[in-house]
C-alpha cells in the first residue's frame, strides 16, 4: 500500500503540473485492482484540495477496444467538478500533457443506481442525456502505456463539456455523430458504437460504482467514447453534433478560463 501511495502521488502531481512521467508498469507488476487503488489514492488528494466527485466516465466501450487490449470488461474513471468545462468557452492546452477529445453521450442521474442492474432499471434511474466531449490525456512519456497504466491515471479522463439536456426517453441507440475541427469533420460516428446501446455503459458503470457506494442522483455518467480520438492543437474550435441531441463545442486555447461547477 505504501507503494501504491507513492505512485498515486507521483500520477497525480504529474496531472497537476502536466508534465509526463515514465509508465509505472515497466517498473512494476501491476494488476487492474492494484491500479484502481492506485486511482483512488491519487483522487483522493484532489479530495483533500477540495476537489468535488460529480460522477464516473466509462472507457474502452468498444468491441473493438476491449478486443486489442485484451479485456472483457469496460474501464473507469472519477470526474471532479474542476474537470468540467463550460460549453462554448475554453480550455488550456498547457494543463495537458498529450490532450484529445472525443465524443461522447452523458447521462445525469435522477436516483441512485448500483449494483447488478438490467437497462430498464438503468434508463429508469436517468433524469437526461445530452451530447458530450471528454478530454482524455495520458500522462505517461511518449504516449506509451499498458492498462493498468491507463486505469492508474484516472483511466485518462482529464476534463470534460456536457451540451444541453434533453429527455431520456427518446431513442438514442444509434445516433449519428459528426466531430468538426474548425468546421471541418474530422470523426464520424454512432452511438450504437458504445457497447452496441449507451445504456449498456450504464449498466457496467452502475456494476463498476458499487465499490465506491454506486451512481448517485445528480451524478453526470459520461458513456464512452463513440469515435477514435482527436489531438488537441491551440487555436482550434471543436464541436461535436449529435443527431436529435444537438451540438456541444469548446476551444483550444493556452489560458484557461473559468471553470464551471454547474450540474
Not at 509508465?23 to 477540495?50: C, H, K, M, N, W
Not at 490532450?99 to 434508463?123: W, Y
Not at 454512432?190 to 451512481?215: C, E, K, M
Request: net charge neutral; hydrophobic share 45%; glycine share 8%.
Amino acid at each position: 500500500m505504501i507503494q501504491f501511495a507513492k505512485f498515486a502521488e507521483i500520477v497525480d502531481e504529474a496531472a497537476r503540473t502536466a508534465t509526463a512521467i515514465p509508465q509505472f508498469t515497466a517498473s512494476a507488476p501491476l494488476d487492474v485492482d492494484a491500479a484502481y487503488a492506485i486511482q483512488a489514492l491519487s483522487l483522493e488528494r484532489r479530495f483533500l484540495r477540495g476537489e468535488r466527485l460529480v460522477g464516473v466516465k466509462m472507457g474502452l466501450t468498444s468491441r473493438a477496444k476491449m478486443i486489442q487490449v485484451g479485456v472483457d470488461e469496460v474501464i473507469w474513471g472519477r470526474l471532479t467538478d474542476a474537470m468540467r468545462l463550460e460549453e462554448g468557452g475554453s480550455l488550456s492546452k498547457k494543463r495537458y500533457v498529450h490532450p484529445r477529445i472525443e465524443p461522447e453521450l452523458a447521462f445525469l442521474m435522477k436516483r441512485e443506481l448500483s449494483g447488478e442492474v438490467s437497462a430498464a432499471e438503468a434508463l429508469s434511474a436517468v433524469e437526461a442525456i445530452a451530447p458530450a466531449m471528454e478530454i482524455i490525456d495520458s500522462r505517461y512519456e511518449n504516449f506509451k502505456f499498458a492498462l493498468p497504466d491507463v486505469i492508474a491515471d484516472n483511466s485518462s479522463s482529464s476534463g470534460f463539456v456536457v451540451g444541453n439536456w434533453g429527455r431520456p426517453d427518446q431513442d438514442f441507440c444509434n445516433l449519428g455523430i459528426v466531430v468538426e475541427v474548425d468546421g471541418r469533420a474530422v470523426q464520424i460516428g454512432s452511438t450504437a458504437a458504445i457497447l452496441g446501446h449507451p445504456i449498456r455503459s450504464l449498466v457496467a458503470a452502475a456494476r463498476a460504482a458499487a465499490s465506491i457506494g454506486g451512481l448517485k442522483p445528480g451524478w453526470i455518467v459520461l458513456a464512452g467514447g463513440a469515435t477514435a480520438a482527436h489531438p488537441l492543437s491551440v487555436g482550434q474550435h471543436v464541436r461535436t453534433v449529435m443527431q436529435n441531441l444537438g451540438s456541444v463545442s469548446i476551444n483550444v486555447a493556452e489560458q484557461s478560463c473559468p471553470l464551471s461547477k454547474s450540474h
